[in-house]
């Protein structure tokens, strides 16, 4: 069987440079730059940089930046659907490690006008070791204040030659935060004046709040899906029904993107603060605190778990009992979103492995577990079902459910401590503390919670005495 190719003879503009090149831009994003493309002629093409690199995964150029998407799930009809598209918008991939002179070729384009990104929450942050002359620099927004320099010197400090930036890092404000860390890598490199004045002048750097459910490569499926469509595609991503992009932006980019006609769910808003609210403490928040709990119960998909007895009920109650009522939103109104987000986790059409999920567990959870969590100990005290995710997740890292994916350090951390505990030299309630005393992670030292470290340790030890179902049972 054929592997997927693009047309020789079809190129697109490239308006869009993508930092990621991961399963959700792929199902999210390009998937809906394509829909524009074929809706309003938008006529949009897409580089992808790799921001990470010395890696051996294949890149999308194996196939000519073509890849194919399955969308599954129920539509507003409540109607099964089962949709595949191939996508064409992505015209290559760039290793910035391996190809910076391409990488910062990019910025010579003058018919780029767009920067998206997904390098989780951990990839907006700053350090004060990445130097101009790093080929490349290892933080993400220093490679985008490097590009960005080279855009300004290369136009001269035209005005019309700025770029929009759409950062999709599931963090507060992340349109300013990423504008941030560009100006701190300016400051660092003592860049002029001139060049600061641009970034604020030209460039349009928007808060965004995404919203899908990517469950990346259907491996369980993938040779029936290779035998219904007729060919191999190694970059095949499966991704359910529901989307919703939500950008903080000029009323232009409604027009430039022709919205109106598109028909599709993106929308502008004025302020996108209640909306992240509750997506981020309901859906990511109930993603986040699942996911340990789950794959310590032994399950493995999203589906599975919320559909089994012990661990679907503590869903449940943690987003009912701790989640909700710490949102600065209606109840009724998250009830209801609630119920959605619930149905979507449990789409029949989608096998979302919790592995994949379990990628940066740390920066996920202190965005989007603990401001609920530290709410509730601040309003009645408790919050023992986000404790008890707290507690999985610091067992997760022992490293013996899964293969972590986390900061060299993060990982590093765990393992010596949990090391010093298995040898008799450290204890559980000393293993909570230093963790809790992370400031770095927690912007505090949770220390100072009162009843948060006893709650911890209890929780940990009731994992480690008697599983993680018999500490279900006990909440």
């Keep these: 069987m054929e592997q997927l190719q693009r047309g020789q003879d079809f190129t697109l503009p490239i308006k869009f440079i993508q930092f990621g090149e991961g399963n959700f831009l792929r199902a999210y994003f390009d998937w809906m730059i394509d829909l524009l493309n074929e809706r309003t002629g938008f006529n949009a093409g897409v580089v992808v940089v790799r921001p990470r690199g010395h890696t051996t995964k294949p890149a999308l150029d194996e196939q000519g930046g073509m890849f194919t998407t399955l969308v599954q799930g129920v539509n507003e009809q409540g109607e099964a659907v089962k ?42 942050t700053v350090n004060d070791s990445d130097r101009f002359d790093d080929a490349p620099p290892s933080a993400f927004p220093a490679k985008l204040a490097r590009l960005l320099y ?30 941030a860390a560009v100006l701190h890598f300016a400051r660092l490199w003592n860049l002029s004046g001139q060049f600061t004045a641009w970034i604020e002048q030209a460039n349009t750097f928007c808060s965004t709040l995404v919203d899908r459910i990517v469950t990346g490569y259907p491996e369980a499926d993938a040779a029936a899906i290779e035998a219904e469509l007729g060919y191999r595609d190694r970059f095949l991503v499966a991704a359910e029904y529901y989307y919703v992009l939500l950008i903080e932006g000029p009323a232009w980019l409604a027009r430039a993107w022709d919205l109106e006609r598109a028909g599709l769910s993106i929308r502008l808003v004025d302020d996108i603060a209640p909306y992240r609210a509750a997506k981020v403490g309901v859906l990511n928040g109930g993603h986040t605190s699942l996911v340990p709990v789950a794959l310590l119960a032994g399950l493995e998909t999203v589906g599975e778990a919320v559909g089994d007895a012990d661990v679907g009920a503590y869903l449940g109650r943690a987003i009912e009992r701790e989640i909700i009522p710490a949102l600065p939103l209606p109840r009724a109104e998250l009830e209801i979103f609630e119920e959605e987000v619930l149905r979507r986790f449990r789409n029949p059409f989608i096998r979302h492995r919790l592995e994949s999920i379990a990628l940066n567990s740390w920066p996920k959870f202190a965005a989007r577990v603990m401001p609920q969590l530290l709410q509730r100990f601040a309003t009645v005290g408790e919050a023992p079902h986000l404790v008890l995710a707290l507690a999985a997740t610091m067992v997760l890292y022992r490293g013996k459910t899964i293969a972590l994916s986390d900061a060299a350090d993060t990982l590093a951390w765990f393992a010596a401590a949990w090391h010093e505990v298995d040898r008799g030299a450290s204890t559980l309630p000393a293993l909570a503390r230093a963790w809790l005393a992370r400031d770095a992670l927690w912007g505090r030292d949770l220390n100072a919670v009162t009843g948060l470290h006893e709650a911890l340790t209890l929780a940990l030890q009731q994992i480690e005495q008697d599983g993680m179902r018999a500490a279900l049972n006990t909440l």
């Design 150 to 179: 080279e855009r300004f010197l290369h136009f001269q400090g035209s005005l019309e030659h700025g770029w929009v930036m759409l950062p999709c890092e599931l963090i507060e404000q992340n349109g300013p935060a990423l504008k």
């Design 83 to 124: 949709q595949y598209r191939q996508i064409a918008c992505v015209q290559r991939e760039i290793n910035a490690s391996t190809m910076y002179g391409e990488f910062l070729s990019l910025a010579h384009n003058p018919d780029t006008r767009y920067v998206i990104s997904n390098t989780t929450e951990a990839g907006i």
